[in-house]
């Protein structure tokens, strides 16, 4: 069912990922090394426009924002709060939370680890997080 959800979002939102002939399945991703914190790998991303992540938590992601960019998160398995510009959510498998360019964020798992999809447009390389603790 949660996959229905997001591909009817992705195809609604014209950001689904066409352009690649290996498609990922998101419940069997398991990460390619070991890992103390966070983990993130690209998983489709070959213009300028877009690029998603899978991203693994196992403690926190420092409060930040994004100068440039915004970014869609959902949450494919664990539990966490996320902070989002002040205002605290409890985030679970199945919730989307979309972030603003400029709007800070973080995030602390309190049941772990936590998977997640970060969809980012325009395309994010890395240099656009400005951390503001």
């Given at each position: 069912m949660?996959?229905?959800?997001?591909?009817?979002?992705?195809?609604?939102?014209?950001?689904?990922?066409?352009?690649?002939?290996?498609?990922?399945?998101?419940?069997?991703?398991?990460?390619?090394?070991?890992?103390?914190?966070?983990y993130?790998?690209?998983?489709?991303?070959?213009?300028e426009?877009?690029n998603?992540?899978?991203?693994?938590?196992?403690?926190?992601?420092?409060?930040?924002?994004?100068?440039?960019h915004?970014?869609?998160?959902?949450?494919?398995?664990?539990?966490?709060?996320?902070?989002?510009?002040n205002?605290?959510?409890h985030a679970?498998a199945?919730?989307?939370?979309?972030?603003?360019?400029?709007?800070?964020?973080?995030?602390?798992?309190?049941?772990?680890?936590?998977?997640a999809?970060?969809?980012?447009?325009?395309?994010?390389?890395?240099?656009?997080r400005?951390l503001?603790?």
């Amino acid at each position: 069912m949660l996959m229905k959800q997001i591909l009817t979002f992705l195809f609604l939102t014209n950001a689904f990922f066409v352009l690649s002939n290996n498609p990922v399945n998101l419940y069997e991703h398991e990460p390619s090394e070991s890992f103390d914190n966070i983990y993130s790998k690209m998983l489709f991303g070959d213009n300028e426009l877009v690029n998603s992540f899978i991203i693994y938590i196992n403690e926190s992601v420092p409060e930040h924002f994004h100068q440039f960019h915004s970014e869609h998160v959902l949450i494919i398995e664990g539990s966490g709060i996320f902070k989002i510009d002040n205002e605290l959510f409890h985030a679970k498998a199945g919730d989307l939370f979309f972030l603003p360019k400029k709007v800070s964020h973080g995030f602390t798992v309190t049941e772990g680890p936590v998977k997640a999809l970060s969809i980012q447009a325009p395309y994010f390389d890395g240099t656009d997080r400005i951390l503001t603790e």
